[in-house]
T-cell receptor, first 112, second 114 residues
Framework: DAKTTQPPSMDCAEGRAANLPCNHSTISGNEYVYWYRQIHSQGPQYIIHGLKNNETNEMASLIITEDRKSSTLILPHATLRDTAVYYCIVRVGGGGADGLTFGKGTHLIIQP | DAGITQSPRHKVTETGTPVTLRCHQTENHRYMYWYRQDPGHGLRLIHYSYGVKDTDKGEVSDGYSVSRSKTEDFLLTLESATSSQTSVYFC?????????????FGSGTRLTVV
C-alpha cells in the first residue's frame, strides 16, 4: 500500500469547514483513498473513500487531485463532536484479506 | 452497523495468565481482524481471518494466537500475558460486495496486565 503523509494536528472553528489534507504521491492506479476517524476511546469509523472522482456522502466530501497524488477531506460544518484523529489510508480497493495499515493521522480539534 | 461485539470490555489480569478476548459478529462477514492500539504506535494489526479456520499473522503477532471455529466468532488468546500486552484491542470486520469494502470496528477491549 502506498504511504500517506498528514499534518499531525489541525484546529478549526466550530461551524466552519474543516479541510484535512493528505499526500500520497506514490499511489498506484488501482489504489483507493480511504478516510477513517477515531473519536477518543472509540474504534475507528469509516468516513468516505474514492478512486479518482470527487465523492460526497452525509458525513464529508473527498476531493482528489487530478494526478491523484493528494486529497482533501472536507467536513462542511464542523461541530465539537468532529474532534478526532483522522486517518488517510491508501490501499487496493476490495483487494486481499489483509487489514488496513494506519499511520499517525491528523488530530483535528474543533474549537468552540 | 455490522453488529460487532467485543467481550470483555475491560479486563485486568496478572502476568503469566492466559487471556482470551472474543469478537462476535452477527452479519456473516468473511474477514475479521484483531488490532492493538498503544500510545505512540497507533493501530497495529495482530492477526486476521479470511474464513472459518483460515487465519494469518499481522504486523505484531508474537505472543498472540487466534481461532475461528465458526463464522461469527474470532478469538484472540494471549497464552501467557505480559505487561507489554497491556493495550486497547479492537476487532474489525471488512464489508464485501458493492464498492465499499469498508472496515467496521468494535468498541474495543481495554486489557491491563499487572
Amino acid at each position: 500500500d502506498a504511504k500517506t503523509t498528514q499534518p499531525p494536528s489541525m484546529d478549526c472553528a466550530e461551524g466552519r469547514a474543516a479541510n484535512l489534507p493528505c499526500n500520497h504521491s506514490t499511489i498506484s492506479g488501482n489504489e483507493y483513498v480511504y478516510w477513517y476517524r477515531q473519536i477518543h476511546s472509540q474504534g475507528p469509523q469509516y468516513i468516505i473513500h474514492g478512486l479518482k472522482n470527487n465523492e460526497t456522502n452525509e458525513m464529508a466530501s473527498l476531493i482528489i487531485t487530478e494526478d491523484r497524488k493528494s486529497s482533501t477531506l472536507i467536513l462542511p460544518h464542523a461541530t465539537l463532536r468532529d474532534t478526532a484523529v483522522y486517518y488517510c489510508i491508501v490501499r487496493v480497493g476490495g483487494g486481499g484479506a489483509d487489514g488496513l495499515t494506519f499511520g499517525k493521522g491528523t488530530h483535528l480539534i474543533i474549537q468552540p | 452497523d455490522a453488529g460487532i461485539t467485543q467481550s470483555p470490555r475491560h479486563k485486568v489480569t496478572e502476568t503469566g495468565t492466559p487471556v482470551t478476548l472474543r469478537c462476535h459478529q452477527t452479519e456473516n462477514h468473511r474477514y475479521m481482524y484483531w488490532y492493538r492500539q498503544d500510545p505512540g504506535h497507533g493501530l497495529r494489526l495482530i492477526h486476521y481471518s479470511y474464513g472459518v479456520k483460515d487465519t494469518d499473522k499481522g504486523e505484531v503477532s508474537d505472543g498472540y494466537s487466534v481461532s475461528r471455529s465458526k463464522t461469527e466468532d474470532f478469538l484472540l488468546t494471549l497464552e501467557s500475558a505480559t505487561s507489554s500486552q497491556t493495550s486497547v484491542y479492537f476487532c474489525a470486520i471488512r464489508e464485501t460486495g458493492g464498492t465499499n469494502y469498508g472496515y467496521t470496528f468494535g468498541s474495543g477491549t481495554r486489557l491491563t496486565v499487572v
